[in-house]
């Protein structure tokens, strides 16, 4: 359970993100970059790590989609794209979602697009904390950021 003080704390900060939202301002994490993604894997990677954390070759894969081995080994070298549909049937395949199949493991992804790695290491410790607490941990930062951005506009 929240102490009081925290409570309090959580409450002030939510009028504050909500006020400064009413004049505009919106909370976005600088420390997120959609364009350089240096450890995300490509569609072919991720086929490849997953196949073989199947245990499956690459002809038994093929044959469980109903298509040619080489066709697989040109997806996982990334010279061609599969169509949704043979997307569809890999995942089917490897019992995995066409999510996972495309983007990779939801760790992975996150790795990729934080460059702090010490924040995504402190992001994946509040994981543990309880609702309550994981409230105020958002609420702590969406207030930070709106603060920065408020003083950059008025600069």
Known sequence: ???????MCCL?????????CGWGFSGSFGC????????MLSFGENLKSIRAERGI???ELAELIGMHATHVSRYERDLTQPTLEVIRRMAQA???SAD???FGASEQRAKGLLLDQELLGL???VQGLSRSELGCVKSLLQAYV????LQQRLG
């Open 57 to 59: 070759s690459q002809g």
């Open 32 to 39: 997120i970059d959609m364009a350089n993604k240096p450890d």
């Open 1 to 7: 359970m929240l102490s009081t003080t925290m409570q």
């Open 123 to 125: 992001f994946d410790k």
């Open 12 to 20: 002030f900060l939510n009028s504050l993100r909500d006020l400064l």
């Open 94 to 96: 490897l019992g995995v």
């Open 146 to 149: 709106l603060k920065a951005e």
């Open 100 to 102: 996972r199949l495309v």
